[in-house]
């Protein structure tokens, strides 16, 4: 495997952007487990980070760049601040850079990535499963599966739950007014109904059954399944924590139509 680092300028954020790629790559002769490389139309992840990370914490607190090791799979790692992957009230786009303007640079940095739907992935944890629910359902055309683990996935109009994590003035800074988030094209839920399954990805749902968000995952895949769309929903001991979210990784990329 090859990791890289990329320091670039994104014109949707008018600033300097970071991004960590994992790359497939041949090797012979390796001590370890052997990799497996190819030169064009290669898959592609794109791995979320949750409040708190950016584009290194997946390499610095999972072993990801061994599970994909034997994947023939390329991992892009984009950092995105606080921004909850949306289009902020405050005019910093991070949904439209990461929905749009990323795969661009993407594909111009490394054309031997994969153009094609059944070959491109997204998956995240905690505020990155959200970010990459949101993009399976909003970007069907563009993602074959999409994975969440721990994550956010079902807002209602009642602001008290997230107002007991941060300020008003956070929140309505990034989805604008609370009382309308259950409606908005920024919940997941809402999404649901929006949208002909039969023209979703297939969707993967996890959380630890300690965790504060586990009722909030179990109610989205409950309410994904009622609606027809593709589901599997799991979850186990854990909490909110790199210890569940290194576990299933592995879970995720074995679930992956690679």
Request: proline share 6%; aromatic share 12%.
């Amino acid at each position: 495997m090859a990791f890289l680092q990329v320091n670039c300028y994104s014109n949707v954020l008018e600033m300097q952007v970071m991004l960590n790629v994992i790359l497939p790559q041949q090797t012979k002769k390796r001590i370890g487990t052997d990799s497996i490389g190819a030169a064009t139309d290669v898959p592609v992840l794109y791995l979320l980070h949750g409040m708190g990370g950016n584009h290194s914490v997946w390499e610095r607190r999972t072993s990801v760049e061994r599970y994909v090791d034997e994947l023939g799979l390329a991992v892009v790692m984009p950092a995105t601040d606080h921004g909850w992957y949306t289009d902020t009230t405050y005019d910093m786009k991070y949904w439209t850079y990461v929905a749009e303007e990323l795969p661009q640079l993407v594909r111009e940095f490394f054309p031997q990535l994969t153009v094609k739907r059944e070959k491109t992935f997204a998956a995240g944890l905690s505020m990155g499963g959200y970010g990459a629910i949101k993009l399976g359902l909003r970007c069907p055309e563009r993602f074959a599966a999409v994975a969440s683990l721990s994550g956010a996935l079902a807002f209602t109009d009642d602001p008290a739950p997230l107002l007991s994590l941060r300020k008003r003035a956070y929140w309505e800074g990034i989805f604008g007014p609370l009382e309308t988030l259950g409606t908005s094209q920024e919940n997941p839920l809402y999404l649901l109904s929006q949208l002909d399954p039969a023209q979703a990805p297939k969707l993967f749902v996890a959380c630890g059954t300690e965790d504060d968000l586990y009722p909030v995952s179990g109610y989205f895949a409950k309410t994904a399944a009622a609606k027809g769309f593709d589901v599997t929903y799991e979850d186990g001991p854990g909490i909110h924590d790199w210890k569940f979210w290194d576990e299933w990784l592995p879970r995720v990329l074995a679930w992956l139509p690679l």
